[in-house]
């Protein structure tokens, strides 16, 4: 069974700076894609990155120039680092992890961590 922990949030100001990171264990084969969402209260979770084994990214408009997804596909390991806070950017943001192999597939999610972003 496939397992994620996330760790790095916390308050931060306006304009600073946090770095997340997702670790997933267990039994891996494969993981092709890590991906961060956020969900905000009262809204409906959104995707924020993702990023392939391949190394391919995809951000939501929202934080393009300002948050970076990176992988060590060694570790099993995503990180987000988030420049340039903002009070909007405030949120639980969540760790997801795929995997189409055949021999084992599977969509697995963090338990969550808080990002709060206020002076």
């Known amino acids: 069974q496939v397992q994620l922990v996330e760790s790095g949030g916390g308050l931060v100001q306006p304009g600073g700076s946090l770095r997340l990171s997702c670790a997933a264990s267990?039994?891996?084969?494969?993981?092709?894609?890590m991906g961060w969402y956020r969900q905000a209260p009262g809204k409906q979770r959104e995707l924020v990155a993702s990023?392939?084994?391949?190394?391919?990214?995809n951000y939501a408009d929202s934080v393009k120039g300002r948050f970076t997804i990176s992988r060590d596909n060694a570790k099993n390991t995503v990180y987000l680092q988030m420049n340039s806070l903002k009070s909007e950017d405030t949120s639980v943001y969540y760790c997801?992890?795929?995997?189409?192999?055949?021999?084992?597939?599977?969509?697995?999610w963090g338990q969550g961590t808080q990002v709060t972003v206020s002076s």
């Open positions: 997801n992890a795929v995997s189409w192999f055949i021999m084992q597939s599977f969509d697995v």
């Open positions: 990023i392939t084994n391949g190394g391919s990214a």
């Open positions: 267990g039994s891996i084969f494969r993981i092709d894609v």
